[in-house]
Nanobody, 126 residues
Framework: QVQLVESGGGLVQAGGSLRLSCAAS????????VGWFRQAPGKEREFVAA????????YYADSVKGRFTISRDNAKNTVYLQMNSLKPEDTAVYYC???????????????????WGQGTQVTVSS
């Protein structure tokens, strides 16, 4: 199994940037895709971005496309989410998750992920 720990959240003004990190430990020798999800108070968890093991394929929610970039450094067992041009509606707890043997559009669905981090709070003030 893989253990995931998110970091990098915080308070930022609208228009600002943050970079979230998702550090993995444990079963990191096997290939796994990583997704970022977020959940705002009173709302359902929603897909943000995902990346395959080799980094060759990335997927984004329409709401963040062009503003967020997902990347990974497998040598460091870390996946990043660079968030630019942040908006108040990006305020949420952000979670990273890992899955094995999946690819493509199914990476947008939270139900296929096998391991989840504890989350990191992102607050964007107007």
């Amino acid at each position: 199994q893989v253990q995931l720990v998110e970091s990098g959240g915080g308070l930022v003004q609208a228009g600002g940037s943050l970079r979230l990190s998702c550090a993995a430990s444990g079963r990191t020798s096997s290939s796994y895709a990583v997704g970022w999800f977020r959940q705002a108070p009173g709302k359902e968890r929603e897909f943000v971005a995902a990346i395959t093991w080799g980094g060759g394929y990335t997927y984004y929610a329409d709401s963040v496309k062009g503003r967020f970039t997902i990347s990974r450094d497998n040598a460091k067992n870390t996946v990043y989410l660079q968030m630019n041009s942040l908006k108040p509606e990006d305020t949420a707890v952000y979670y990273c998750a890992a899955t094995w043997g999946r690819r493509g559009v199914e990476l947008r669905s939270g139900v296929i992920y096998d391991a989840w981090g504890q989350g990191t709070q992102v607050t964007v003030s107007s």
